[in-house]
């Protein structure tokens, strides 16, 4: 079984949930840039949620399933077609051999995940199938998806077997069918609003201007161009720290607002390294990392503050969620 | 030193992290408690505990609130604070016994090709070539930490003397294994990245390697000595790394 790449997209990788227990070695965690949403496409094709994915940004490939498949997509819309007809995000949906995946909308914005039961199963390596594209490690040899790339799938987990045979009767001439229940994906920021997250003060807060802290907290930023899977360069009210002392590197991690001398906040996403030198200002919680993801270039980011405790709660009550929905997801796979 | 009171700091990273900070400057001391710190911790992970990153002064412990969440009344951030506090008696106790981390030999081809800014380091240094060579293989260097990029190691060690100024123009690309120095630090490029260090040679041998068990030659807490190879020693080990 296997998924033969015809376009590769702007920048499609093949991404977990992240390589974990390396960082002391300094190696990054990457993994899907909103954990969440891939976790959900999995649940929704009966996956373990660890399993691999693709991640699409802004601009989609075009996938010929080479087998019947059961796919799902979560994240932003960027306009996935079959057969020409647009396919539903948050659903699982059955799809006969040979059809073609396209995604055609001009101008679409944002990243998405697309889960195929079984999971993409290239080889893992030290523990995880995420790529990391500065190492070319991991994922399909290191790198993003290429035209002609053959994308090996895994053997589908029994909860996907009876999901596709329970929704494939549904299909019309074109050969695939969504099922008639979804799950809720991650909500993304409504078009033009500012994307919102909250956020604990880092480790350095106390080291910048009253005033600096202020802004932080009440203006807008604008994601300038200098943004990638390690992390997005942020334009805005200039931060400064009040000592110039330089600091010892230290960890960061994924969600880390750091500021360098210039004054224009970093906030860093999956594939940052693990240690750095700059001031700490900020810690955007768990439960909004996954926001992050749709921060590309043009985006406006705003920073809302939290305490740790509600911070916890917070994630104790996605992740609650995220079980319920597995559950539901069960459930449906036995009707 | 047991009698001087407990070293350590705890505050947040976010809701997932907790650092503990032993103290405020780069010291043999700082790192060897927290290397003995390190060491209790993975014999005897708490709860939720997901990995550890050390650094010059910090152990930075990152945890999963869930398992914590789940297991008691107090907060996670306050259950596992706790539970890293108890730890740091036996990190002490370990400290005594601790014994010098695995010395590592990286074979240096210096100058020519592979330094192009040797000689540039000779003359800040007011030293000849051979001098720049002859002390940057004298000291036992300490790795600190492990960071920055895969393998890459922040050391200790170098000879005051041969501190540069990075370049003034970063060069677009740096070779892997390339040993360059940038102020008072030395190192080794564990990955083609662009740099602005000041190189001085290369070494044959790769600082990372995603397959090998452990991926990065070097640990937090290793020893490290430059021996210098010639060009034909360099091909000789690059073919057998």
């Known amino acids: 079984m296997s998924i033969s790449v015809l376009k590769p997209g702007l920048l499609t990788t093949v991404q977990d949930l992240g390589r974990f227990g390396y960082q002391k070695e300094g190696l990054v965690v990457s993994g899907a840039l909103d954990a969440v949403a891939l976790r959900t496409a999995n649940m929704l094709v009966g996956n373990p949620e660890t399993a691999a994915g693709l991640e699409l940004t802004l601009r989609g490939p075009a996938l010929r399933f080479e087998a019947d498949t059961l796919l799902a997509l979560a994240g932003a819309d960027l306009g996935a077609r079959l057969t020409g007809q647009p396919v539903p995000l948050g659903r699982p949906v059955a799809v006969r051999a040979g059809t073609v995946l396209a995604f055609e909308k001009p101008g679409a914005s944002g990243r998405a995940w697309l889960a195929v039961a079984g999971g993409v199963a290239v080889p893992p390596v030290l523990g995880s199938r995420a790529t990391y594209l500065r190492a070319a490690l991991g994922g399909l040899g290191g790198r993003a998806l290429q035209a002609g790339d053959m994308l090996p799938v895994g053997e589908w987990p029994a909860v996907g077997r009876w999901l596709f045979a329970s929704i494939l009767p549904q299909a019309a001439a074109g050969g695939w069918a969504a099922a008639r229940w979804s799950l809720p994906t991650p909500p993304l920021a409504s078009s033009g609003a500012p994307l919102v997250v909250r956020a604990l003060p880092g480790p350095e807060y106390a080291q910048f201007a009253q005033a600096s802290q202020q802004a932080f907290w009440e203006e807008t930023f604008t994601v300038t161009t200098e943004a990638d899977r390690m992390g997005a360069r942020l334009s805005g009210p200039v931060l400064r720290r009040l000592v110039d002392t330089e600091l010892l590197s230290s960890a960061v991690a994924f969600g880390t607002v750091q500021v360098p001398p210039g004054g224009q906040p970093i906030v860093l996403l999956a594939d940052c390294q693990t240690t750095g030198g700059y001031p700490r200002l900020a810690q955007v919680i768990s439960a909004d990392l996954g926001r992050l993801a749709q921060v590309l270039p043009g985006a406006q980011l705003r920073f809302v503050p939290v305490g740790l405790a509600a911070a916890q709660a917070l994630y104790l009550a996605q992740e609650r969620r995220l079980r319920a929905l597995a559950r539901a997801v069960h459930l449906k796979s036995l009707l | ?241």
């Open chain 2, 1 to 241: 030193m047991a009698d001087s009171p407990p070293p350590l700091r705890l505050y947040p990273l976010g809701d997932a992290a907790v650092v503990l900070e032993f103290g405020q400057a780069i010291a043999p001391a700082t790192h060897q408690l927290i290397q003995a710190f390190a060491k209790v911790l993975a014999r005897h992970p708490p709860p939720g505990l997901r990995e550890v990153v050390p650094a010059f002064t910090t152990l930075t412990v990152y945890y999963d609130p869930l398992v914590l969440f789940e297991l008691g009344e107090a907060s996670p951030y306050g259950q596992l604070a706790s539970a890293l506090q108890s730890l740091l008696p036996a990190a002490q106790a370990a400290l005594a016994a601790a014994e010098p981390g695995p010395l590592v030999e990286i074979p240096v081809c210096y100058g020519g090709d592979f330094g192009p800014d040797l000689g540039l380091v000779a003359s800040h240094a007011q030293l000849s070539a051979a001098e720049v060579i002859a002390r940057h293989t004298q000291p036992e260097y300490l790795v600190y930490m492990v960071g920055f990029a895969p393998g890459f190691p922040y050391l200790g060690g170098l000879d005051a003397g041969l501190a540069t100024p990075r370049r003034a123009q970063p060069r677009p690309l740096v070779p892997a294994g390339a040993v360059g120095i940038a102020g008072a630090q030395t190192g080794v490029y564990s990955l083609p990245t662009p740099g602005g260090w000041q190189l001085i040679g290369r070494t044959p041998r790769r600082l990372f390697d995603a397959g090998r068990a452990r991926p990065s030659l070097l640990q937090a807490g290793d020893r490290l000595r430059f021996v210098p190879i010639s060009e034909a020693e360099f091909q000789r080990l690059a073919h057998v790394h």
